[in-house]
Structures are given as structure tokens and as C-alpha cells.
């Protein structure tokens, strides 16, 4: 590691999560790993979850399916966002399943030779963002997809509110069994649970759940999961300052009395964003305050006490968990660990074996090296 700021993920404990939400829902684990398995590195997730058990992987767009692909991976694989109709040849060539979820898509689709395509359903029961929102265009669709020989894989809705409104949970679900029912036919894969719902929603209808932040131990209804994600620099700096003296761009700060003040090689360019100004890291059994303007690069905390170059910083992980980190920024546990950049090293335990892996690009252009 040539920057010494990190994030660790353990990945025997994203196994246990998952081999945990098996047992509790009982049912085959769809694992999501979108957008890089949230920012946690989905070829490192993936291997993870397959051997905990999980049978299907879902990303969300064809990109980041063929990334799988790409990397051998050949088990079940399913997009969960919009695809485009004139890739119909790559979703087939490739063994990707997608979602058929309004009626101009299932046209498109129509028009480009989709037999053999593997397709789910999508059913809108109330989030409003994709599928089909009456009865009417899910039966057609289903009958036009059939009849050009796609294969009817499966059929899934997604809940909007399953962290803490049962009502409207239980109401998307009676109109997803409604459309399941109507469509009478023996989809291998009837998914509807999220994270959330995988732990409380139980129906006699669904044989998978899909399960994304869960991986990673966040849940409103468990505590019984792991927490494997945690964000880790080191301090570069030490000085005293004077008090009236100012930090960072603009000066926003000025020491009251005489401080320590640290400086920390993460900026906003890592994903530790301009928000975090006045909140707290952990270093050396403190909570250090961020004090001055976050930098691109940089940060200052203030310390009690001093500390020698190098001593590790927490910025969440066991004394600061990722859901408080969350809530005191005013968004959700995704997005801190998504906005995690590239340029962050990343370090993974498998079997208890630490494995250590340098920032993207570096990786990238030293396999282009000529
Ligand atoms: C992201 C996503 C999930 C996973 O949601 P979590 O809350 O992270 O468990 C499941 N289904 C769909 C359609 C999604 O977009």
C-alpha cells in the first residue's frame, strides 16, 4: 500500500451474513451486486457469497453483467435495471437474464430476435421506477415474450418501504401475488424480498430473496449480522497550533486555545465528502473532530493528545459504526460505502488470510504496461 488509507472488507463475514439470512428466510439468496457490490469489490463479494450459498448474482445494468461474465464467472445472472432491446444478442450470447418491465421494451425486444432470451418479469406494485403497472400489459408482454421463445425465468417485484411500513409492504405484495396468479405459470424464480424483508415479510408465494446491504450487515430488523466493511487511514502529520490560528481552504476554523491538530491522507476524493466537516474519526482511543474544510487529498483532525506518525484512524468501522456515520450526514449507509472511490486501497479477508489490493488504476495500468 503506497497511500496508507484503505478499506477492509472481511469477506468470511460477509459469508456468515449470508449463510445467517438463508437459514432465516429460508429460501434460495439472490446476492445483489450492483455498482461494484457497493463499492466493496463484486468479484471479491461474489466468490464470498457463492460459497455461503448464494445461487443467483443480480448487478444492474448489462455492463457490469458482462464484467462477470468476463471474469468467468458462468452461474445465474440477472440485471435488475433497464437494458437496451438492440443488445438482445449480447444478453443471449451471453446467458444474462433481464427484466421485461413496459410494454415499448417488450416491442423492441420483439423486433431483435429474442428467442432463448431469459427473462423476468417486473411487476410494479408501487415504487414507480420500472415494471408494469397493470395486469393487462404484464399478461400480454408474458404472452408476446413466450410465444417468440424467450425463456420465462421468472417473475419479481421490489418493495419501496420494507425498512418500516408493514402496510404498504403487505399491500405491493398482494398485488404482486395477483399478478403471479394470473399468470399461472411455473416461473423457477418468484423474487420479491429486499434486505429488510428478507428477515421480517414471510409468504408462501416467493422462493428467493434478494438480498444487497444485508451482505454488508445492515438491517433494521436483526442485529445478529457481522459487520464486514470499514474505512481505515493513517496519520501523515502532527503540529501544534497556536489558538487564533486558522486551518485549511478558507479558513473556516480557528483554534480557541492551543490544539494538536493531525493530518490525514483522505480527502473528498476518496468519498469521505465535504459533510463530514465537524464530525468525528477515531484514532489512538479519541474521537479526533474534523476541523478546517475537507480537502481534495487532506484532512485535519484536532487530538488530545499527540500521537506518533502513522498511528491508524478509524473513519468507521468498529468504535464508529457506518449507520451512525449515516444518519449524522443525513443519507443511508449505501451511499457512504458506494461513494468509497476507486483510488482507495482495498484489503479483503478470506479465510483468514488478509490480501491486500492496490487501488484500481494503479492495477490497471500496470497490466497495460508496455
Ligand atoms: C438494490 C436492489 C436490491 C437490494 O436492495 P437492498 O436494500 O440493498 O437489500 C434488491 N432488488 C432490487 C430490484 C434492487 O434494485
Known sequence: MYRNTWMEV???????????????????????????????????????????GAEMLAVSSLDEALMFRNEGY???????????????????EHDISVPAYCPEWVDAVL?????????????????????????DDLKSAFDRLKEAGCVMEGIFTHFCCADFDEVFTNMQY???REAVEMLDYPFEWIHCDNSDATVWFKDDLSNACRIGISIYGINTYTDELRHPVSLHTTVTMVKKIKAGEKIGYGSTYTAMKDEIIATLPIGYA??????????SVWCDGMLCQVVGNICMDQTMV?????????????????????????????????????????????????????????????????????
Open 302 to 370: 484536532r487530538l488530545e493528545h499527540e500521537v506518533p506518525l502513522n498511528t491508524p484512524v478509524e473513519v468507521f468501522g468498529p468504535h464508529i459504526h457506518l449507520e451512525d456515520m449515516a444518519a449524522d450526514l443525513n443519507t443511508i449507509p449505501y451511499e457512504i460505502i458506494c461513494l468509497i472511490s476507486g483510488r482507495v486501497t482495498r484489503t479483503y479477508v478470506w479465510h483468514g488470510q488478509e490480501d491486500i489490493e492496490e487501488n484500481a488504476r494503479l492495477l490497471k495500468s500496470e497490466a497495460t504496461e508496455v
Open 10 to 52: 472481511n469477506l468470511d463475514a460477509v459469508a456468515f451474513n449470508i449463510k445467517r439470512l438463508k437459514e432465516i428466510c429460508g429460501k434460495r439468496i439472490i446476492a445483489v451486486l450492483k455498482a461494484d457490490a457497493y463499492g466493496c469489490g463484486d468479484s471479491h463479494v461474489a466468490k464470498a457469497a457463492l460459497e455461503a
Open 111 to 135: 423486433a431483435n430476435h429474442p428467442a432463448g432470451l431469459k427473462v423476468h418479469m417486473k411487476v410494479d406494485t408501487g415504487m414507480n421506477r420500472i415494471g408494469f403497472k397493470n395486469n
Open 270 to 279: 476518496d468519498g469521505f465528502i465535504r459533510a463530514n466537516k465537524g464530525r
Open 174 to 176: 398482494d398485488r404482486f
Open 74 to 92: 458462468t452461474g445465474s445472472l440477472l440485471v435488475l435495471g433497464a437494458t437496451d432491446p438492440a443488445d438482445v444478442s449480447t444478453m443471449i
